[in-house]
């Protein structure tokens, strides 16, 4: 027997009535379900004693949806109104689109739906609890943690944010002291849960679940967007909107009916971007060896959270949080293999260390070992990777012709490449004459003439890499590559304005011109 869920307490918290808020949308989805399930039976056995019970089932499940619209209207409508208008227009939207879904028997799309509406809640209450630092109102930002509290699991979770708020809790007064450390650090969950998502997807396409893959770029999406207006204040509008572009990239690909290959190609590709804007958000080394250990950082910190959840005693609780925590795992593992001779310049001794954790990392989680040795593992790894990010770094004056001629000889291998027939290869190599190199000049040249920087940047990152995932002819690949070599010749002109540009980098890592049948790459794919 199908139950519907009732209305938690008023006494509940803003967390418990969004978990309320959450139940009842799955429920709704389940008994709209098995609505559907029902009339196919009905249809194939000619059951008519089965009709009050169709019918009953629909009621139930809008029942609950309303339900679930009663709760935000009771708690958050109002919140979302004062911080963010858009946020209650989007709610709004997604609980009627929701409807029309289950009546027509969209569940599928229903499901997706519901990560708007789930996810946009913690936008809203991430909005209340900053105002609730400006206002120096500790109980209203400790009213609205709790949404975090309930979804991330704070006080087991994350030990270092739950001792900052329970001082909030005795002593008020150090709201002012401890609520932006605390807003910081959930910031930290978001822009992890930005890249999680994204290599969820890439994992979930390897398996050809196209429906989780759907699920998970819905997630990493409205993740951001709790996260973008930080990215807009440190990067400026114009990065944030991009990665803001691109999350809504992956969305559109995965629910594109392109053949799987060819999303999951996309998927890394902006999964490379995304990471690309998030290691220029944090300010670190984006260099390929910078890249690759902020990368291994990043996994090795999802690895310690998904396994708290994963195992107990030996046994494996959580199963989709055990996969998850293999996937982030091997992708560490696989970044530090590509890069150990580059990193092994760096510190003989960390290397030697990283992949020995890494090496017993494996062995634990495979025996469904301790979690507690896991945490000391990642934290010992950590610290290895703290030291050899801070050894990575040097002072250099790089000439900025050196980028342009890099770009020039990448694109020429990708003509090489593309006439050959791989056009993997050809991809990949204009990728990095995009990524690695043209984002480096693409700054000082858009002081001197802002409408061939974008030009340039349209022209290579967007046009001629459509046109080699499209197959066009090596004729048209060729004029599109020559277009390009002649707007950057016209852009060369002007590098005598600005001049050489000065960028901490590793030294090991300043782009060298050699063949790109010896060329070594990064890969932060999964």
Known sequence: MLTISTPIAFSATLGDEWDSLKVSLSDAERMMTFHFDLIAYQAEKVDLKLKDQIKTTQNDALKSLQIAKTIYSDNFKNAALEVDSQSDMLITNAFSDTENMLVSGDIKQASLNRQIIDKTIYKIAFMKMESAIAQNNSADFLSWFTVMEKKFKISTTYPEIQLLVVDVQTNPTLLSANGPQITEKLLEIFKLKTVEELAETIAALDKGDMQSARTFTYEGLYYYKTFHPSVEEKLGPESANELLHLMESALDVTTSDKPVDFIKAELEDISENVELIIRQYEGGDTSEIGLALSGIKDRLTLVEVEYLDAVKDGKITNQVEYDETVVFLTKATEIFNNNKVALMELSNSDVTSLEKNLVDMNEIITAKGSTNEISILVGTSLTNIATLQDLSGGETQIDILEYFDEIEQLLNEAKTAY??????????????????????????????????????????????????????????????????????????????????????????????IIGFTTRSKISLRV
């Open 419 to 512: 006439r050959s027939g791989n056009t993997q290869m050809a991809f990949d190599l204009v990728t990095e004459a995009y990524l690695d190199n043209y984002e480096f000049v693409e700054g000082p040249l858009g002081e001197v003439d802002s409408e061939l920087v974008l030009k340039i940047e349209i022209d290579m990152r967007e046009n001629l890499r459509d046109m080699i995932k499209s197959n066009e002819s090596t004729d048209k690949v060729d004029a599109q590559i020559d277009m390009i070599l002649s707007d950057l010749a016209q852009a060369k002109k002007v590098v005598p304005e600005f001049g050489t540009i000065t960028m901490m980098i590793l030294a090991v890592a300043i782009i060298s």
